[in-house]
């Protein structure tokens, strides 16, 4: 790809990002995505097809730069669901893509499901090695609850704000989540090493 294409994708890509996020599949407007970007809306249609498409390029970027950011530790499944919030305290844009894909598509297949369900089926197949046993709904339910808990608290700022106080997004407020949540992840595994 000459530098010039890679530039202008890179940057329809950016400002797609952030159109998304703002107002989710539907809201999102092809011209303010190219007026962000400063490149011709043309180049939206000739690089990715149509608004749905370069919606699931934006996703698809976020979501791999999650798998590249996020991994598993060796030695503790809790720092991974630990890092998970990192990431979406650094990058809250991927939720808010993830909730308007929601909205969008309800319950319906989402253009790259297959390459999801394959990407989680290693993370569950890695969480399941660390503790000792083998992948099953049980695991996977786990698993889907902690990476649930971990994303919530970003998902719904306003909870946190009205139930943990106006300081919620303070350093010391993350910090003490992030504590509790590494806390919360390793008494859940005992418990279901336990059962």
Not at 3 to 31: M, N, Q, S, Y
Not at 142 to 154: D, F, K, N, P
Not at 167 to 187: C, G, M, P, Q, Y
Request: proline residues 5%; negative net charge.
């Amino acid at each position: 790809m000459p530098p010039d294409t890679a530039r202008t994708r890179a940057k329809l890509l950016d400002a797609a990002r952030a159109e998304f996020a703002e107002h989710g599949i539907a809201g999102a407007r092809v011209d303010r995505i190219a007026l962000r970007a400063g490149v011709n809306k043309e180049r939206i249609y000739a690089y990715f097809g149509n608004k749905e498409q370069l919606f699931q390029h934006v996703l698809t970027e976020s979501l791999q730069e999650l798998n590249t950011v996020v991994t598993m530790p060796n030695d503790d499944p809790a720092e991974y669901i630990a890092q998970v919030y990192d990431f979406y305290c650094a990058r809250p844009e991927l939720l808010r893509l993830l909730v308007w894909e929601a909205l969008y598509y309800g319950h319906d297949p989402v253009p790259d499901e297959e390459r999801r369900v394959t990407s989680y089926a290693a993370k569950l197949q890695e969480f399941a090695d660390h503790l000792g046993v083998k992948p099953s709904p049980d695991v996977a339910q786990l698993l889907y609850s902690l990476i649930g808990v971990a994303a919530w608290q970003q998902t719904m700022p306003q909870m946190s704000r009205v139930l943990l106080g106006a300081d919620s997004e303070s350093e010391e407020a993350r910090a003490n989540r992030r504590k509790h949540l590494i806390e919360f992840t390793r008494a859940s595994i005992a418990s279901m090493k336990q059962s």
